[in-house]
């Protein structure tokens, strides 16, 4: 993605510019699909993106973003996330940015989370009514604050840009929303 494109992700979002993608990429095709909406916002202050730098192909690139943006499964995003890095190498912070904030979007859909935002120092998640009473101990310990009957979680955040992924995700790992493993 060039300039201009990332211009108009940072314009409408990652969530929309996603589905706005796969809409393109299907009536250039011929296709007639409907495209779900994304069901949880994502509104933190982190560049999500793969820079021209690190994958020059806009084509691959693309294909990237859509593989992210379909995926539903937790393993699909470190398997597409080995695949860059075996092909590429490291990723920088915005290419790992944009694979935790995948992961967020899965983790969140599973737990019914419908927005993780930054508000005045703190993380704030909607709408997760299914806080396990020790995690919430945990979260309650770190300054954090669980409202059950309205299903609002916040934890202080106080750190660098670069550790806001890994914190939200990090949250959403101690409450659940893992891949279902087959027994």
Avoid at 54 to 62: H, I, Q, S, T
Avoid at 72 to 94: K, M, N
Avoid at 113 to 139: H, M, Y
Wanted: charged share 30%; net charge negative.
């Amino acid at each position: 993605m060039g300039a201009e494109q990332h211009g108009n992700l940072s314009g409408v979002g990652f969530d929309l510019f996603t589905q706005m993608l796969g809409e393109a990429v299907a009536e250039a095709r011929g296709e007639t699909r409907d495209v779900e909406p994304a069901e949880v916002t994502i509104n933190l202050p982190a560049d999500f993106f793969l820079s021209e730098e690190y994958l020059p192909e806009v084509d691959k690139r693309v294909l990237v973003y859509r593989r992210l943006a379909a995926a539903a499964e937790l393993s699909d995003i470190d398997a597409i996330e080995r695949d860059c890095e075996d092909s590429w190498g490291a990723l920088p912070v915005a290419g790992k940015n944009l694979f935790d904030r995948a992961r967020l979007r899965i983790r969140a859909q599973r737990l019914g989370c419908t927005s993780v935002t930054l508000a005045n120092g703190r993380l704030v998640f909607q709408d997760l009514f299914e806080v396990p009473k020790a995690v919430a101990f945990k979260i309650k310990q770190k300054g954090g604050l669980v409202f059950p009957k309205s299903g609002k979680v916040t934890t202080p955040f106080k750190r660098t840009q670069e550790e806001i992924m890994p914190a939200a995700l990090g949250l959403l790992e101690m409450i659940g929303g893992d891949d279902e493993v087959e027994e």
